[in-house]
T-cell receptor
Framework: GAGVSQSPSNKVTEKGKDVELRCDPI?????LYWYRQSLGQGLEFLIY????????KSGLPSDRFSAERTGGSVSTLTIQRTQQEDSAVYLC???????????????FGAGSRLTVL | AQTVTQSQPEMSVQEAETVTLSCTYD???????LFWYKQPPSRQMILVIR??????QNATENRFSVNFQKAAKSFSLKISDSQLGDAAMYFC????????????FGKGTRLHILP
């Protein structure tokens, strides 16, 4: 596609429910990143994918968070048993590569705003 | 570990005036990239400008320019002739050129443009 597409745009859920957030990167971009943006905070790195593999999962806050990427394209971020502190905007970005000059132009999606009641 | 600090949570500037947003970073590396991203109310992050650490010349993009002070580890953004459309959150970011690593962001500065 022309840009990075994220869905849903907004999600309201009850504490304890599972949620899935989807990211459709730019076609041909091999690197895909998930960041979390909480109120008053910067962008917190969660995980990145190079192709379908995730070399760096260091930012995932807990084992309730997981992510996968299939076919080197669409990625899904899953949060199990959501807690109120999970409320945030989840941003996805993609770049041509993860290293080299092609890594330095990140295109972001508009984010998914998650509200846990 | 590298860190990026933006010490101004919010700033205001009169339309058509000039404003400077501050950013400092901490790294032991000598080769890296620095970025300024803009996030308007639409939430869509947009790259404003980027600087390569080994280039001494400050990057410029139209009304946006940076003051890159490598020794001081400072990377400020100057917006000239501020326009209403410049109102947004601005994030400073760092990426290593020596290792494969993610981009690290500061906490952001919210810029208000006063008509």
């Amino acid at each position: 596609g022309a840009g990075v597409s994220q869905s849903p745009s907004n999600k309201v859920t009850e504490k304890g429910k599972d949620v899935e957030l989807r990211c459709d990167p730019i076609s041909g971009h091999t690197a895909l990143y998930w960041y979390r943006q909480s109120l008053g905070q910067g962008l917190e790195f969660l995980i990145y994918f190079q192709g379908n593999s995730a070399p760096d999962k260091s930012g995932l806050p807990s084992d309730r968070f997981s992510a996968e990427r299939t076919g080197g394209s669409v990625s899904t971020l899953t949060i199990q048993r959501t807690q109120q502190e999970d409320s945030a905007v989840y941003l996805c970005a993609s770049s041509l590569y993860h290293s080299g000059s092609g890594a330095n132009v990140l295109t972001f999606g508009a984010g998914s705003r998650l509200t846990v009641l | 570990a590298q860190t990026v600090t933006q010490s101004q949570p919010e700033m205001s500037v009169q339309e058509a005036e000039t404003v400077t947003l501050s950013c400092t970073y901490d790294t032991s590396e000598s080769d890296y990239y620095l970025f300024w991203y803009k996030q308007p109310p639409s939430r869509q992050m947009i790259l404003v400008i980027r600087q390569e650490a080994y280039k001494q010349q400050n990057a410029t993009e139209n009304r946006f320019s940076v003051n890159f002070q490598k020794a001081a580890k400072s990377f400020s953004l100057k917006i000239s002739d501020s326009q209403l459309g410049d109102a947004a959150m601005y994030f400073c970011a760092y990426r290593s050129a020596e290792r494969d690593d993610k981009i690290i962001f500061g906490k952001g500065t919210r810029l208000h443009i006063l008509p």
